[in-house]
T-cell receptor
Framework: DGGITQSPKYLFRKEGQNVTLSCEQN?????MYWYRQDPGQGLRLIYY???????QKGDIAEGYSVSREKKESFPLTVTSAQKNPTAFYLC?????????????FGPGTRLTVT | SQELEQSPQSLIVQEGKNLTINCTSS?????LYWYKQKYGEGLIFLMM?????EEKSHEKITAKLDEKKQQSSLHITASQPSHAGIYLC????????FGKGMKLTVNP
């Protein structure tokens, strides 16, 4: 079955530690995205990648970093510079970027930082 | 920047009732997507609308995009507990943005 996997589903970290969230897709999609979801705020775009070895900042990139070394993988690192890292993180992919292509979402990772 | 406003923010209905969710854009949309989300889970794609006046249906859910391509509605007929969740619209002209979502509760 084709799809997007995110791991782990729940992640707990101490304040000041960096943490990396995994996102893998086997849909052969070129574009991949990371969103953050907070209660009452919908989804906000952190980073997106249109193609391997290329990525762009979204609306709330500060305190986050990404890499796209393989088409299938788009890991997100939440650094200690992110002031409010506790949130639900969703990864998505699409055939191509832009408004004409629907996005497919993974199951999400809930990160709690204390 | 483009924004999508969803209304209402939340809704509680009795099973069997019809309901409508709205999504309004500040700019003309290139495309409009509707997703459903169960709490704590990923988003499930429902429908995509691209043409002004377009209407699509799937089972008991109908989505419409107005002629000006600035407003979309999602209508659920004879709601069931399985329809409960958060409904999000996503759309844009240059880049895609999300509305804040509408939380639907269906009481049996």
């Amino acid at each position: 079955d084709g799809g997007i996997t995110q791991s782990p589903k729940y992640l707990f970290r101490k304040e000041g530690q960096n943490v990396t969230l995994s996102c893998e897709q086997n849909l052969n999609h070129d574009a991949m995205y990371w969103y953050r979801q907070d209660p009452g705020q919908g989804l906000r775009l952190i980073y997106y990648s249109q193609i391997v070895n290329d990525f762009q900042k979204g609306d709330i990139a500060e305190g986050y970093s990404v890499s796209r070394e393989k088409k299938e993988s788009f890991p997100l690192t939440v650094t200690s510079a992110q002031k409010n890292p506790t949130a639900f993180y969703l990864c998505a992919s699409s055939i191509s970027s832009g408004p004409g292509y629907e996005q497919y979402f993974g199951p999400g990772t809930r990160l709690t930082v204390t | 920047s483009q924004e999508l406003e969803q209304s209402p923010q939340s809704l509680i209905v009795q099973e069997g009732k019809n309901l409508t969710i709205n999504c309004t854009s500040s700019k003309t949309l290139y495309g409009l997507y509707w997703y459903k989300q169960k709490y704590g889970e990923g988003l499930i794609f429902l429908m995509m609308l691209q043409k002004g006046g377009e209407e699509k249906s799937h089972e008991k859910i109908t989505a419409k995009l107005d002629e000006k391509k600035q407003q979309s509605s999602l209508h659920i007929t004879a709601s069931q507990p399985s329809h409960a969740g958060i409904y999000l619209c996503q759309g844009g002209s240059e880049k895609l943005v999300f509305g804040k979502g509408m939380k639907l509760t269906v009481n049996p």
